[in-house]
C-alpha cells in the first residue's frame, strides 16, 4: 500500500517560489505516476502536474504551465514540484496522488484516476 507525504508548502510573496515534495512510503514509487492536485478554499479541485513512470511523459495544467516543473528522484522515492513566479491565485492545498498505470494523460488527469492520495501541504502567496 503505497502512502505518500507531501511537504514544502508555506507562505511566498508574489513572484517567488517554492518547491514541494511527494514521497512515498510503503511501495517503490518508480512504476507509479505522480500527479498535483490544488483546491483552494471554496473552489473546485484543479489538476496541476503529472510526471510518469517515464520521466519523458509530464503533463501540466494551463494555468502553470511554463512557470512549474516536476520531477522526481526515484533513488529517493520522492517526486518535487518546483514552482516558480507564484501568484496569489496559486495559494491552494496541494496534494500528491498515485496512479498505477503509471502514466500521465489529459483524461487521467481530468478524472483524477490516482489510487492512492496524500494529506495536504498549503500554499500561501501573499505580500
Known amino acids: 500500500q503505497v502512502q505518500l507525504v507531501a511537504s514544502g508548502g508555506g507562505l511566498v510573496q508574489p513572484g517567488g517560489s517554492l518547491r514541494l515534495s511527494c514521497t512515498a512510503s510503503g511501495s517503490i514509487l518508480d512504476s507509479y505516476a505522480i500527479g498535483w492536485f490544488r483546491q483552494a478554499p471554496g473552489e473546485a479541485r484543479e489538476a496541476v502536474s503529472c510526471i510518469g513512470s517515464s520521466t519523458t511523459n509530464s503533463w501540466y495544467g494551463a494555468s502553470v504551465k511554463g512557470r512549474f516543473t516536476v520531477s522526481r528522484d526515484n533513488a529517493k522515492n520522492t517526486v518535487f514540484l518546483q514552482m516558480n513566479s507564484l501568484k496569489p491565485e496559486d495559494s491552494a492545498d496541494y496534494y500528491c496522488?498515485?496512479?498505477?498505470?503509471?502514466?500521465?494523460?489529459?483524461?487521467?488527469?481530468?478524472?483524477?484516476?490516482?489510487?492512492?492520495w496524500g494529506q495536504g501541504t498549503r500554499v500561501t502567496v501573499s505580500s
Open positions: 496522488a498515485a496512479n498505477e498505470q503509471g502514466i500521465c494523460s489529459n483524461y487521467i488527469m481530468i478524472v483524477a484516476e490516482f489510487n492512492h
